[in-house]
């Protein structure tokens, strides 16, 4: 299994990312997927969950409306829209993947909020 995320960098508050996730060595169509993030000092936390279909989604409060997952099971990849973006959204993003028994996680990519 490797994921691998891109996207991240640094933008000012009410700014917009999209962040990716290229999935392999599973059959990710098979599979929920979800971000997480970890900012400097605190625990990693779920973000958004997403079922391998597509057809339900489900978000922490602190970021409902203004972030959105999807996925292309054609293209074996996860997305993350973040919108209206804040500084407390400053942390590494993680997508994540629940494999039988084990938890796969990408290497994360940064998202820096700050003016």
């Known amino acids: 299994v490797q994921l691998v995320e891109s996207g991240g960098g640094l933008v000012q508050p009410g700014g917009s990312l999209r962040l990716s996730c290229a999935a392999s060595?599973?059959?990710?169509?098979?599979?929920?997927m979800s971000w997480y993030r970890q900012a400097p000092g605190k625990e990693r936390e779920l973000v958004a969950r997403i079922t391998n279909t597509g057809a339900s989604t489900n978000y922490a409060d602190s970021v409902k409306d203004r972030f959105t997952i999807s996925r292309d099971n054609a293209k074996n990849t996860l997305y993350l829209q973040v919108n209206s973006l804040k500084p407390e959204d400053t942390a590494v993003y993680y997508c994540?993947?629940?494999?039988?028994?084990?938890?796969?996680w990408g290497q994360g990519t940064q998202v820096t909020v700050s003016s």
């Open positions: 994540s993947v629940q494999v039988l028994w084990n938890t796969y």
């Open positions: 060595g599973f059959t990710f169509s098979s599979y929920a």
